[in-house]
């Protein structure tokens, strides 16, 4: 496959995968396990509520969460798409930290979406042509295809029509 269709194919998967509060979320319940839906504001802070409800939402309509009770409490939990998506994540802000991309300063959502535009891109942003090796890039475009492979006709059935409008809005 050529790097121009590559590229073509990863455009909408970065860009709805690239929502702040879809990476927090993804990273937290992977980190720390089932998240308790009464604790979201403590968890995701920063965010407002109504930006906490779209991460949820757009997470339940790619596939990536759903909603369970865990020991009689309603909680978040990833689907299996959403634990493979949480390596793609680990995969991008490793990548980032060893690249000291987009800073040699920046937390995880800002590496994972620094990582998940330059795979959504053909051209290299200005001031980074010279800094950054793309070939090295490899590892997290690998990630991020066999995701998609795997679960991109859920990614893709959300991306059309009012899905699409909103996930759009929450970014």
Do not use: C
Not at 50 to 67: E, F, H, I, N, T
């Amino acid at each position: 496959m050529n790097t121009h269709t590559h590229v073509s194919a990863l455009v909408p998967a970065t860009r709805a995968l690239s929502h702040p509060g879809l990476i927090r979320i993804v990273s937290d319940i992977d980190d720390n396990g089932p998240l308790q839906r009464h604790l979201l504001s403590r968890t995701l802070t920063g965010l407002t509520t109504w930006q906490r409800r779209q991460a949820s939402a757009v997470g339940r309509a790619l596939g990536l969460l759903k909603a369970s009770t865990v020991e009689g409490i309603p909680s978040l939990v990833l689907t299996p798409a959403g634990e493979e998506l949480a390596e793609v994540y680990d995969t991008a802000a490793r990548w980032a930290r060893t690249h000291h991309h987009p800073s040699d300063v920046s937390d995880f959502v800002t590496r994972v979406q620094a990582t998940l535009a330059l795979l959504g891109s053909d051209q290299p942003r200005p001031g980074h042509a010279q800094e950054l090796d793309y070939d090295s890039l490899d590892e997290p475009r690998a990630a991020l295809t066999s995701w998609i492979r795997d679960h991109g006709a859920t990614l893709a059935a959300q991306l059309t029509g009012a899905s699409r409008d909103a996930m759009e809005l929450a970014a």
